[in-house]
């Protein structure tokens, strides 16, 4: 089936430091979705991508969908305490496998005041 | 407010003794779905749903049923639980099967 290898597994940097994660595959995706799960609850979408080449900002973070559409990063800017959280990279397949959501294994990122 | 919420939050059983976790959407969405997350693996699918009476197998089906009578409502039925199952469960729904998914807020499931 299809995979997602999401990097780093981990992140432990001082507030106000950039953070900058991935996602690739060895498959192509139609859609790269970016979550943040906090402890106890549930994901929550951060950004959606649609189109290959793709870079969207939703306030510090900047997502793009990668040309080959195989990857796609997220990047942080000046992190903050509550920035704290699981990030998860989702992507929707192509052919039998549209529709059917893939995740990375998550990013834990750990914020230093 | 749009919204996925989930019953109970928190259930602690015992082995082969049927349970069943509801999953509710007001957001009219077209596409349910359920996973599982365990620690090192991420987030697995269970199952889902593409409309009403329309369900499909995921990556991890074995051990769960779900049912779905109506559009709003995709509840997750373990007829046995066992302690293989005990999992932090994750109800979803999306407009349509491409379309970012809505998570709801989880169910901590232990199986002794």
């Known amino acids: 089936g299809q995979q997602l290898n999401q990097s780093p597994q981990s992140m432990f940097i001082q507030e106000g430091e950039d953070v900058s994660m991935n996602c690739t595959s060895s498959?192509?995706?139609?859609?790269w979705l970016w979550y943040k799960q906090d402890p106890g609850e549930g994901p929550v979408l951060l950004i959606a991508l649609y189109k290959a080449g793709e870079l969207t900002s939703n306030g510090r973070l900047t997502a793009q969908f990668g040309i080959t559409r195989k990857d796609s990063f997220l990047n942080i800017s000046a992190s903050i305490p509550s920035d704290v959280g699981i990030y998860f990279c989702a992507g929707h397949g192509v052919g039998t496998s549209y529709g059917k959501l893939t995740f990375g294994q998550g990013t834990i990122l750990t914020v230093h005041p | 407010e749009a919204q996925v919420t989930q019953n109970p939050r928190y259930l602690i059983t015992v082995t082969g003794k049927k349970l069943t976790v509801t999953c509710s959407q007001n957001m009219n969405h077209e596409y349910m779905s359920w996973y599982r997350q365990d620690p090192g693996l991420g987030l697995r699918q269970i199952y889902y749903?593409?409309?009403?009476?329309?369900?499909d197998k995921g990556d991890v089906p074995e051990g769960y049923k779900v049912s779905r009578k109506e559009k709003r409502n995709f509840p997750l039925i373990l007829e046995s639980p066992s302690p293989n199952q005990t999992s932090l469960y994750f109800c979803?729904?999306?407009?349509?099967?491409?379309?970012?998914?809505?998570f709801g807020p989880g169910t901590r499931l232990t199986v002794t």
């Open positions: 498959s192509i995706f139609n859609t």
């Open positions: 749903s593409m409309n009403v009476e329309v369900t």
């Open positions: 979803a729904s999306s407009r349509d099967r491409g379309d970012e998914q809505y």
